[in-house]
């Protein structure tokens, strides 16, 4: 024999849960959505925060600096054609007398000529050569260091400010020492009591969302307090007005619950009480039945036994029929595409032998060949057949049943008329009611043929309409037209596969 561990069907792991069936925090979910943009808008307002305070730093150290560049212009003179920077040496030290930063300065004369100061300090590109006294301010590179460096343009000659080869070049520059030590204390400054006040945001968040969310906490504890055939509304004005509109959909729920269970009750009370009759009956005919000694009389017992079995089976089996067109649309009801005309056709053919044994002419008569309509066959089919035996019923023998299935516009008829004694207008809005029966008709039945029509037709959206039998021409049987009209069929590809 083959290893048994062999033939076992390796493991497959199960599927992972859809994210959208995984059930989310309320509170949580406001949570992230307040503290997310809380911690990602946070880094952005330290780098807005940086630049500012790079922007607040460099506007003292630059004044400063083009202090000593307009003191250093002042020096600079052109004697005997020669071009001079007289700056003394105690000048000199205190232009340099900084312990943190390195400070530089140069002056070059026209065409670029070194007249005094610092070879290495770069020049001005061509873009930032700016003619005129104004002081600008750029930051470079010298030897690797970033340099923030002051710069202006001086004319030799006053009377000639115009003239080629007269403009100087004086420039000051310092590294950015200092400046990165005042903004950093400017960002230790603003950032170091963010730390401390972003826990005691997150705590009052978190303390807010407590209390905002805690009527919902108590709603629930009200609804769990409640006795399980409690179905009276829950009052609105305990809690918040964002609140009301679940709290009403919920009382809308319940109400609707409430007539679910109050009609289901009323269904087995009725149902108990019809099956009371052909029950008694039977045990009744089952007694005498025992107690008689003719053959005849016990024969006779007996066939009264199989009609009450007969009438209690009827019954059972609409009261399931019933019960399962009700249930269907929980259970979600498959729509296809049917072709009425041809489910009629098989339909009729199946009471056939049931009109002989009522003596009854029933017919068919499809105006079109082939009408489609969305629904289930097989309650169509249910629907159909309760309306033929409530006809075949009530219609005397000698009559006849017509089943007709016609177009109108885009909707689909299908009718079932026949030759009994109709049904008085004032009946006509109870007899899809379930166990109604119209006082003093003769036929058997339960009433709850037509409560299954109207329950089957309702789910697949269609409307029932009661006539006189236009065809018909007696006064005593004016017969009746049962007209049930189908909206065109709206399936998605997928369900008509």
Do not use: C
């Amino acid at each position: 024999m083959p290893d048994a561990r062999a033939a076992e069907a390796p493991y497959v792991p199960p599927n992972p849960e859809p994210e959208e069936n995984i059930q989310h925090s309320l509170f949580g979910e406001i949570l992230d959505w307040m503290l997310a943009p809380l911690l990602l808008l946070w880094p952005m307002s330290i780098a807005i925060t940086y630049l500012v305070a790079k922007s607040i730093a460099n506007e003292p150290f630059d004044h400063a600096l083009k202090d000593n560049l307009t003191v250093l212009a002042q020096q600079v003179r052109e004697v005997d054609g020669k071009l001079t920077a007289h700056l003394p040496d105690s000048a000199r030290d205190i232009l340099r007398a900084d312990d943190v930063d390195s400070v530089y300065f140069q002056v070059t004369g026209p065409h670029g000529a070194f007249v005094d100061g610092d070879r290495d300090l770069p020049l001005p590109s061509e873009e930032e050569v700016v003619d005129g006294p104004e002081v600008q301010f750029r930051t470079d590179r010298l030897h690797g260091t970033p340099v923030r460096i002051a710069y202006a343009y001086v004319h030799l000659d006053p009377a000639h400010p115009d003239a080629d080869g007269s403009l100087a070049l004086v420039q000051v520059g310092e590294t950015l020492e200092k400046r990165a030590q005042l903004a950093n204390a400017i960002i230790k400054g603003v950032i170091l009591p963010q730390f401390i006040i972003l826990p005691v945001i997150l705590a009052l968040v978190w303390f807010a969302l407590s209390r905002g969310l805690s009527p919902l906490a108590q709603l629930q504890e009200r609804i769990r307090a409640r006795r399980p055939d409690d179905l009276s509304p829950i009052d609105s004005r305990q809690v918040p007005e964002e609140i009301s509109p679940l709290v009403g959909s919920l009382n809308d729920m319940l109400e609707r619950l409430s007539q679910t269970i109050d009609m289901q009750k009323r269904f087995i009370a009725d149902a108990a009480h019809q099956m009371k009759t052909p029950l008694a009956g039977m045990r009744m005919q089952s007694e005498l039945a025992l107690r008689q000694l003719d053959a005849d009389e016990i024969h006779r017992s007996l066939e009264q036994l199989a009609k009450s079995s007969e009438s209690a089976t009827r019954l059972v089996n609409q009261l399931l029929a019933l019960a399962r067109a009700e249930n269907q649309p929980h259970a979600g009801l498959a729509f296809e595409k049917v072709d009425l005309v041809q489910l009629a056709r098989n339909t009729v053919q199946e009471w056939v032998q049931a009109s002989f044994a009522h003596q009854i002419d029933l017919g068919f008569e499809p105006l079109d060949d082939k009408i489609e309509i969305a629904g289930n066959a097989m309650m169509l089919r249910e629907m159909l057949s309760n309306l033929i035996d409530n006809a075949l019923r009530y219609t005397p023998a000698g009559g006849s049943v017509t089943v007709r299935v016609r177009r109108d516009g885009e909707n689909a008829l299908l009718e079932v008329e026949d030759t009994g004694p109709g049904i008085a207008p004032s009946e006509r809005a109870n007899v899809f009611e379930r166990f109604y029966r119209i006082l003093g008709s003769q036929a058997s039945g339960s009433g709850l043929g037509l409560a299954i029509v109207r329950e089957i037709a309702q789910q697949h959206g269609a409307e029932i309409d009661l006539f006189n039998n236009p065809r018909s021409h007696s006064k005593k049987n004016p017969g009746s037209l049962f007209r049930l009209t189908f909206p065109p069929p709206a399936i998605t590809d997928d369900h008509a596969s």
